[in-house]
């Protein structure tokens, strides 16, 4: 007798934020076969529902070469919104595959009556924007920093979620181990025991991260706000 066929609509998310993990949960529990494909950026990410696979494909044609090899149906980039490359990636790979491709895209923030945003467009900028003397608290993860690294007359707190396998390139800075908070007060204290001045961020969107935000406008702070690419 012949082996049963896997009929299930077959889908791979490109994940890493919070709204993948509640798309994989919604696929699975309409009976989808769903994997989530994870950068690698942190040692131990939290279990997802489907299966997992961590690390890159090798470009545009590494991804198709995946999508075709494991039957994928569709494609759902739910990476982060400043991940362009695996984004471009995405596009260029269902393309040539044939198969359909969902972008869900994760609303900006908006500036709020309080809030004193510098608003910039690149992380260059940012570090520009800084006023000697500054204690920055740099909001961005630990593949951004090196522009800020110049900055010698500030000082920096950087929260990482895993410990850095090199020293930081600062010449003055605070590391903290951990994730951000949804609350604003628990951010509002993090900000008053490391006596920040200035919070650094990209607009990244999404409830996850906005305590900072929040936090920041509580206490009048300023926001060097970097934007997404249009």
């Known amino acids: 007798m012949a082996a049963p066929v896997d009929r299930r609509e077959k ?4 994940g890493g934020t919070a709204e993948a993990a509640a ?4 696929l699975v529990d309409a009976g989808a076969d769903v994997v989530t494909s994870l950068a690698g950026r942190t040692s131990n990410p939290a279990p997802l529902p489907g299966r997992t696979r961590i690390g890159g494909f090798g470009g ?3 991804l198709a070469r995946y999508i075709a090899e494991n039957g994928i149906t569709k494609v759902i980039d739910a990476t982060h919104p400043f991940a362009n ?3 471009q990636n995405a596009r260029l790979a269902c393309a040539a595959a044939g198969i359909p491709l969902e972008q869900p895209e994760r609303p900006t923030w908006k500036k709020q009556p309080g809030d004193n945003w510098i608003e910039v467009q690149s992380l260059e900028e940012a570090a ?3 006023p000697a003397g500054a204690r920055a608290f740099l909001a961005l993860g630990r593949q951004h920093l090196a522009a800020f690294e110049g900055r010698s007359d500030c000082h920096f707190v950087v929260r990482m979620v895993d410990p850095p ?3 930081l390139g600062f010449a003055d800075c605070d590391l903290l181990l951990g994730k951000a908070s949804a609350d604003p007060e628990e951010e509002a204290n993090l900000f008053r025991l490391h006596r920040v001045t200035h919070l650094v961020c990209r607009n990244s969107g999404g409830e996850a991260g906005y305590g900072k935000i929040t936090a920041a406008r509580k206490m009048g702070l300023p926001v060097v706000m970097v934007g997404r690419a249009a």
Do not use: D, H, N
Request: net charge positive; charged share 25%.
């Open 60 to 62: 545009a044609e590494g």
């Open 23 to 26: 798309i994989a949960r919604r």
């Open 128 to 130: 520009a924007a800084l």
């Open 165 to 167: 396998e090199t020293p």
């Open 85 to 87: 490359r695996i984004s």
């Open 11 to 14: 889908v791979l998310i490109l």
